[in-house]
C-alpha cells in the first residue's frame, strides 16, 4: 500500500478508537458535509459504466432495426435504463460541473449564482428527460 | 528598488505539460463537452415526446454533417471520460498508483478511446448504410 493512503497517518482519537482516513472524514468539514460530494462523485461513477456500456450497444442495435425512435423508447428494456442513465448522469454532471467552478471562479457571489444555476439546470435537465421518456411509455 | 518576483511554482506557463497533466486536464474538458452532449440528449427525448414535427427537426439537425461532427466528438468524449473515469476509480481503490502505471495506464486511456470511437462508428456507418 503507498504512503499517501496507509490506514491513519494522524494519531487522532475520534469515537469508536481505531478510524481510517475515510471514517475521520465522514461528517467533518467546515459545511458538516463530510465526503458526500466526493461519494456520490464515485458513486453516480460506477453506476454509469454499466449504463455507458448499454446506451452504447441499445443505441447501436436500434440503428441497425427499422422501428422509430418512439418505438424503440417505449420498451420497458430501454426505457428503464434510459430513466436510470438520466438520474445517474445529471448527478455526476452536476457535482462534476460544481467542483470545476469551484476551482476556477473565485468572486464569491459568482461562484454561488453560477453554483445554482448548475444544480437547477441539472435537476431540470433530469426531470425533462424523465418525464419525456415517461410520455412516450405511457 | 523594483523587483522582479521569480515565478510561482506550479506556473501553467512555464511548466512543461507531462502526459499526466494533459490527460486531467482532458478529462475535465471532456467532462464539460460531454455535458452539452447531456442537454442535446434530453433535447432529443423532449422531441420524440413532442411529436412528428419537433423530432424532424432534431432529427434532420444531428443528421447534417455539422451534427455528425458533434456526435463524433461526443463518442470520442464519452470513451475518453468512460476509460480515464475507470482509471481513477482504480486510483481510489489503490491500483495502479506507481509512476509507471500512471504512464501506461495514461497511454492505454489514449489508444483505448480512439480504437473504441473508431470501432463505434464503423459499424453505426456499416448498419445506417
Known amino acids: 500500500m503507498s504512503e499517501w493512503n496507509r490506514s491513519d497517518p494522524i494519531k487522532r482519537d475520534v469515537a469508536g478508537g481505531k478510524a481510517t482516513a475515510l471514517h475521520r472524514a465522514k461528517g467533518l468539514g467546515s459545511a458538516k458535509s463530510g465526503v458526500n460530494h466526493w461519494w456520490l462523485q464515485r458513486v453516480s461513477a460506477v453506476a454509469l459504466v454499466p449504463l455507458f456500456v448499454w446506451f452504447v450497444t441499445a443505441l447501436l442495435v436500434h440503428a441497425g432495426s427499422a422501428r422509430t425512435a418512439a418505438d424503440w423508447l417505449a420498451q420497458p428494456w430501454v426505457a428503464l435504463p434510459m430513466i436510470l442513465l438520466l438520474i445517474a448522469l445529471f448527478q455526476h454532471m452536476r457535482l462534476g460541473l460544481q467542483v470545476i467552478i469551484e476551482d476556477y471562479v473565485h468572486v464569491d457571489r459568482l461562484k454561488f449564482a453560477l453554483v445554482v444555476t448548475v444544480h437547477g439546470a441539472c435537476y431540470s435537465l433530469m426531470v425533462v428527460g424523465i418525464f419525456s421518456v415517461l410520455m412516450i411509455t405511457f | ?129
Not at chain 2, 480504437?115 to 448504410?129: M, R
Open chain 2, 1 to 129: 528598488m523594483a523587483t522582479k518576483l521569480p515565478p510561482r511554482s506550479p506556473d501553467v506557463q512555464v511548466y512543461r505539460p507531462q502526459l499526466t497533466s494533459v490527460l486531467s486536464i482532458i478529462h475535465r474538458a471532456t467532462g464539460v463537452w460531454l455535458s452539452l452532449g447531456a442537454i442535446v440528449l434530453v433535447i432529443w427525448l423532449a422531441s420524440v415526446a413532442a411529436g412528428d414535427g419537433a423530432y424532424t427537426l432534431v432529427r434532420a439537425s444531428l443528421h447534417s454533417w455539422i451534427g455528425g461532427a458533434f456526435l463524433l466528438s461526443w463518442t470520442f468524449a464519452l470513451y475518453y471520460h468512460f476509460c480515464n473515469g475507470i482509471r481513477h476509480l482504480a486510483w481510489d481503490l489503490n491500483y495502479g498508483f506507481e509512476l509507471v502505471s500512471i504512464y501506461r495506464s495514461g497511454w492505454l486511456v489514449v489508444a483505448a478511446s480512439v480504437c473504441l470511437t473508431a470501432v463505434t462508428w464503423v459499424i453505426a456507418l456499416l448498419i445506417t448504410g
